[in-house]
């Protein structure tokens, strides 16, 4: 017989009750509360992603209105052309 067998099987199963329960310290559902701290820190953390989405779309914009004046090596998109409507991407 193998040893993990062992002492999964007969010597563990009694004592495997007693050490979880010393170790579960969890609280108790009554004492655990949301409190404003932590909604301030919520709403902290949204005000930041949609500052950062803005702050994306900013920069993607200056890209492209850098790429359209040519600054990355590519033709300067002239006045009366159209603009592509797949910017990059490769049409199959």
Do not use: C
């Not at 005000?47 to 850098?66: I, T």
Request: hydrophobic residues 45%; without cysteine.
């Amino acid at each position: 017989m193998p040893f993990d067998a062992l002492l999964t099987g007969p010597v563990l199963s009694p004592v495997l009750p007693f050490v979880l329960s010393l170790v579960d310290e969890s609280p108790e559902p009554e004492d655990v509360k949301a409190g404003w701290t932590a909604f301030a820190i919520f709403l902290l953390l949204a005000a930041a992603v949609v500052f950062l989405g803005f702050s994306l779309v900013k920069q993607l914009r200056k890209a492209q209105s850098a790429k359209d004046a040519g600054v990355y090596g590519d033709e300067p998109q002239g006045v009366g052309e159209e603009k592509p409507e797949n910017h990059g991407q490769q049409s199959s």
